[in-house]
């Protein structure tokens, strides 16, 4: 059980059936019942600790992070999908996944090397693409009864109006863009554009933004919505307090630009405001890598040959320098680097 923790619930294993859970630094087996299904489990330990945190006088802090939707070994697809609780498993038939401009890529001739040495994608691999789709869709609904059950527990509760609820994800995830089967490590957007909401005292209700937010983010935001005070020097993100709480969309927020990179192949990139800027190389070449995100928001069209030499130069220089740097350098640097390195010639 990890420092910190008041009550400790995580999967010892990758599955929704037949796992274990460190329940409080105690491993507990479970079966192959309805009602051991994986995240109906996770869900009755969140309601059960939420409803003596709401009878208590202390502030408290949950986080709920379920397996869903990712696969479990217990699957007999090749790659494994999710397995979704027995009540969903005949939801959304017929449905796919969405179709974007860079679903199976035809030219990817100016992409980095692992989406060049992804071949088309082949009818057998649309029909698993989609059924998997509808796997994870399946998997999520236990998640949102859970979400759905919690939130009528804390409306019940005087300390509704008191309380945040931070709605997001970790990461995205490929169905077919760029010819990615299966996966979620690359620079492209659909690799960590994820979704994100909250709500809570003060938040804006109706209000979508924008805005370049980060995961890094989340902590000191959730820090100053607390009172708690903490050296900038010890954590890369900026809190996005304003953004939730102004209702108009001019609300300045000084991030022009963040970084990106995979941990993969020595992948990294810029994204900005409206461009994204990546570089990565094979055997020892290096190809670079610039989209239009308003005009081409799938990057699908490579336009770095547009560039100006010096342009090139001063994106190459930024993206070393976003590399190297942490806390408050790095808020400078996000903020001096923005669309304006971009010079593309006529």
């Not at 090749?78 to 030219?107: C, V, W, Y």
């Not at 990615?180 to 909401?197: E, I, M, N, T």
């Not at 996005?240 to 993969?264: A, D, K, M, P, Y």
Request: charged share 25%.
């Amino acid at each position: 059980m990890p420092p910190g923790w008041n009550y400790w619930y995580t999967f010892v294993n990758t599955k929704y059936f037949n796992y274990k859970l460190n329940e409080n630094g105690i491993t507990k087996s479970y079966g192959d019942s309805a009602e051991e299904y994986g995240t109906d489990v996770i869900a009755m330990h969140a309601r059960n600790f939420l409803e003596a945190a709401l009878l208590g006088d202390s502030p408290f802090f949950m986080m709920i992070a379920p397996y869903a939707a990712h696969a479990s070994i217990e699957s007999t697809e090749s790659p494994r999908q999710p397995i979704p609780a027995t009540r969903h498993k005949n939801l959304f038939n017929g449905m796919n996944a969405p179709r974007f401009a860079s679903f199976n890529q035809e030219d990817v001739s100016k992409k980095n090397f692992n989406v060049r040495n992804n071949s088309l994608l082949l009818p057998e691999d649309v029909e698993w693409i989609d059924n998997n789709f509808r796997a994870r869709i399946r998997s999520l609904q236990s998640v949102d009864e859970m979400v759905g059950k919690l939130i009528d527990q804390l409306q019940n509760s005087s300390k509704e109006r008191e309380t945040y609820l931070i709605f997001t994800s970790d990461n995205g995830y490929w169905f077919g863009e760029h010819r990615f089967k299966v996966g979620k490590a690359d620079l492209y957007d659909q690799s960590h554009h994820v979704p994100f909401a909250m709500a809570g005292p003060n938040v804006q209700r109706g209000l979508v933004r924008n805005d370049l937010v980060v995961n890094t983010d989340f902590f000191p935001t959730i820090l100053e919505l607390a009172s708690v005070s903490l050296s900038g020097s010890s954590y890369d993100g900026r809190s996005f307090r304003t953004l939730i709480e102004t209702s108009t969309r001019e609300t300045t927020f000084s991030r022009n630009s963040f970084l990106i990179e995979t941990g993969v192949d020595q992948k990294a990139g810029i994204r900005f405001k409206s461009y994204a800027y990546f570089e990565s190389a094979f055997q020892g070449v290096p190809l670079k890598e610039l989209y239009d995100t308003q005009l081409d928001p799938d990057l699908v069209y490579n336009i770095a040959e547009k560039l100006t030499g010096e342009s090139s130069a001063s994106l190459q220089s930024a993206l070393a320098e976003l590399l190297t740097c942490k806390g408050d350098t790095c808020r400078a640097l996000e903020n001096k680097f923005s669309d304006l390195l971009v010079k593309l010639t006529d």
